[in-house]
């Protein structure tokens, strides 16, 4: 009967696991396995004395941030009672799917659910396996990257002779293991691609390149690194906007920071400083200025204060 779980058991892991994209998988070990044991409290239906230790085990693999699929089993012998009984064996298999209620933490709190088969053989009754189905809760708690320590407790149901008939009747059982993980990435918490215990410079932005040493590389050193600056080779001294392009408040076509003369006129002619150029020293801006060769001594925006007409035309002054 074991065998008949076997398939649909391996089905129902396999389609949990590749239901959950690879891009969700966990950063931490892929792969556990925790041994350990605990008590099982036997149906008063098969011993009198229903309370027993059990050893086992878990192995599991994560499939998501928060999800893993986990093969459970637990062994126990027990004491039929009655004149000249032999003890029996208690064999438990399963299958759990394990929702973890929080990702990276210290202590986790899980909700584990799944189903398998328990074997009673041996002692003076024939061999028995009867479909179970279990749920739970427990929690682990991180004692280094790869090992933590796990404690839970399931009730389990399974069919156990009572009088002419078969019934459900509840086993649960309380388990503790250290878990042993293998596998998985490093961890990396600015996701920039150097693991944390070689990054130097932690926190670093979504999208930024980094170095060997995990710290942002800002090719014109302009403040805004590599991979999110869309404007590179930003002059030196430029201020920048959030994306790393050049500002000019003045629109005259030299940046902020570079600009020595700020809110120069529009359309005023500029030097390379960004102050503006006056040819005729007329106190009009070059590019403003509509008389370029005003000789009056008062203009109004370089055209001489008597020739205001559309033909600009130089005076001697007065």
Not at 15 to 28: I, Q, Y
Not at 170 to 175: L, N, V
Request: hydrophobic letters at 35%; a neutral charge; glycine letters at 16%.
């Amino acid at each position: 009967m074991i065998r008949s779980f076997r398939r649909p058991l391996f089905a129902l892991a396999a389609s949990l696991f590749l239901a959950v994209p690879s891009s969700a998988r966990a950063d931490g070990p892929s792969v556990w396995i925790a041994p350990g044991g605990g008590v099982v409290w036997i149906p008063n239906e098969l011993t009198p004395k229903t309370t027993r230790p059990i050893a086992g085990g878990i192995f599991g693999f994560s499939a998501g941030p928060t999800w893993a699929v986990e093969a459970r089993g637990a062994f126990t012998t027990f004491d039929p009672g009655g004149p000249g009984a032999k003890k029996r064996d208690y064999i438990h298999g399963e299958g759990n799917l394990t929702w973890f209620l929080t990702k990276a933490t210290a202590i986790r709190p899980y909700l584990t659910a799944g189903a398998g088969a328990i074997r009673l053989s041996g002692g003076s009754g024939t061999s028995k396996n009867e479909f179970a189905w279990n749920g739970g809760a427990g929690f682990s708690i991180r004692l280094s990257p790869k090992v933590a320590l796990r404690v839970d407790g399931r009730d389990v149901s399974f069919k156990v002779p009572v009088l002419a008939e078969e019934k459900y009747r509840h086993g649960p059982e309380i388990f503790g293991a250290l878990s042993f993980g293998f596998g998985g990435k490093p961890k990396d918490m600015d996701r920039d691609g150097v693991p944390d215990k070689a990054d130097q410079c932690p926190g670093t932005p979504v999208g930024a390149r980094v170095d060997a040493a995990g710290c942002p590389i800002d090719g014109d050193k302009d403040g805004v690194p590599d991979g999110i600056d869309r404007c590179d080779a930003t002059p030196d001294g430029a201020k920048v906007d959030a994306t790393g392009c050049p500002v000019d408040t003045d629109g005259d076509g030299v940046y902020d920071g570079i600009d020595q003369c700020a809110d120069t006129p529009k359309g005023a002619k500029v030097d390379a400083k960004g102050c503006p150029t006056d040819a005729d020293g007329d106190g009009v801006a070059d590019g403003i200025d509509q008389c370029g060769a005003s000789s009056s001594t008062s203009s109004w925006r370089g055209v001489p204060s008597r020739s205001r007409s559309a033909t600009c035309r130089t005076t001697s002054g007065n």
